[in-house]
């Protein structure tokens, strides 16, 4: 099994995190995960329904899936003055799918993607991308994140 840590209805994998949403619809569990990454800074950049997408184009139905791209925009400015290019490493990505009567959220883990780029400053802001996220995830299991 992939996953490292299970406490609860969170689990951690070398590239992503993930909560389930008991008893939630997808698309209400969506509209959490906007809410408790913006309390994070993050504002949406980007929306894809693959529902949607794979219905059109493959006439096949995966039920509820979206990703919605987040950024940051203080670590996004801090991360391009460092090295322009690694602004293809960003923004952040999170994954919301059905699962029967359940939801899940993911997201996609910084220090993961990071890894590609060579530079230990980078490094640093994914880990603070990573402390906003784990925050948020906490938000929507209904768990109070530590304060700062």
């Known amino acids: 099994m992939l996953a490292k840590r299970q406490a609860g209805n969170k689990k951690e994998l070398s590239y992503g995190r993930f909560v389930r949403l008991s008893d939630t619809a997808a698309a209400i569990a969506l509209e959490r995960a906007k809410n408790a990454f913006g309390r994070e800074g993050f504002a949406v950049v980007a929306e894809i329904d693959f529902r949607g997408a794979l219905q059109r184009n493959l006439d096949k139905d995966v039920g509820p899936y979206w990703t919605i791209e987040i950024c940051n925009p203080n670590l996004a400015d801090r991360v391009l003055a460092i090295d322009r290019a690694a602004g293809l ?37 994914a880990r603070e991308a990573e402390q906003h996220i784990e925050r948020a995830l906490l938000r929507l299991e209904g768990l109070e994140p530590p304060m700062e």
């Open 89 to 125: 490493l960003m923004p952040c990505r999170v994954a919301v799918w059905q699962e029967g009567r359940d939801s899940v959220v993911a997201a996609l883990r910084p220090e993961a993607v990071v890894t590609l780029a060579p530079d230990e400053r980078l490094s640093a802001i």
